[in-house]
């Protein structure tokens, strides 16, 4: 089963061909898509797209560029949503130290109160690191994430991160910068990460695979990466999609959902 673990179908830049590129997907071979919503405005939209498509899922949670703007209420809202029964995960949450554009101390305590809800949930979390590798793993650690566990969505730090990472009960996600030639380090950890660990991805509309850098990316492009992954590891590009697959739908529980 050929999966987008992550993507962003409900980003402006499908307005004009949004049913196109769903359609595309599905005749790409993508079976199924974990759509991410991840502020006030991502969240009612993401939901919409699981309402007209029996075979996108969601994630909702509260974006770290966006922890300055959460309100009052808003966690509470999150939790109400997360009961519908395509919701599958809270995220994307995390870190991120690239973007000035929440204060550290906010974003740690916006990631906080998620992984606890999460927990009192019992829902998977999809994280979100950007150059707060440390941290990210100190928060999840302190807060005993590893009992929802999750995925470590576009993975971009060590294997030392990584092993962590593995240790906390999490699957390691890729995207299309492992189809790039100069991306040595994803590279490198992708063929380190357990087959039975391993999830691909598209993040589209961003991060877009070879051949396509530099284009809006979408989910039928998942196969890219899929190719990419499965030379790494030396196995036939089938069984890295089946593997794959698998590992989605264990990570989301999608198994115990209608498919």
Not at 87 to 95: D, N, Q
Not at 224 to 250: F, H, M, P, R, S
Request: with cysteine; proline share 4%.
């Amino acid at each position: 089963m050929l999966i987008d673990s992550h993507a962003h179908l409900d980003s402006h830049r499908f307005d004009n061909d949004r049913e196109d590129v769903i359609r595309r997907a599905r005749e790409a071979g993508v079976e199924l898509i974990v759509n991410i919503g991840f502020n006030r405005e991502t969240i009612p939209t993401t939901l919409e797209l699981t309402e007209r498509h029996s075979f996108i899922y969601a994630a909702i949670g509260w974006h770290p560029v966006d922890s300055i703007d959460m309100r009052e209420g808003d966690l509470e809202w999150i939790e109400s949503l997360a009961a519908r029964e395509k919701v599958v995960a809270i995220g994307e949450i995390g870190l991120d130290y690239h973007w000035d554009t929440s204060p550290k101390e906010v974003q740690h305590q916006v990631f906080r109160e998620q992984i606890r809800l999460a927990r009192r949930l019992g829902l998977p979390i999809v994280i979100h690191n950007r150059d707060a590798h440390e941290d990210v793993v100190r928060l999840l650690r302190e807060e005993r994430a590893e009992e929802v566990g999750g995925v470590m969505h576009c993975f971009s730090g060590s294997w030392e991160i990584a092993k962590m990472c593995l240790d906390m009960n999490f699957y390691i996600s890729f995207g299309g910068p492992v189809t790039f030639k100069n991306a040595r380090v994803p590279k490198e950890v992708l063929a380190k990460v357990p087959l039975d660990r391993l999830m691909i991805e598209t993040d589209c509309p961003y991060l877009t695979p070879e051949p396509y850098r530099g284009k809006r990316n979408e989910s039928a492009y998942v196969s890219y990466v899929a190719e990419a992954a499965a030379k790494i590891k030396g196995i036939d590009l089938q069984e890295l999609v089946k593997i794959t697959g698998q590992n989605t739908l264990n990570c989301f529980r999608i198994r115990d959902k209608s498919v």
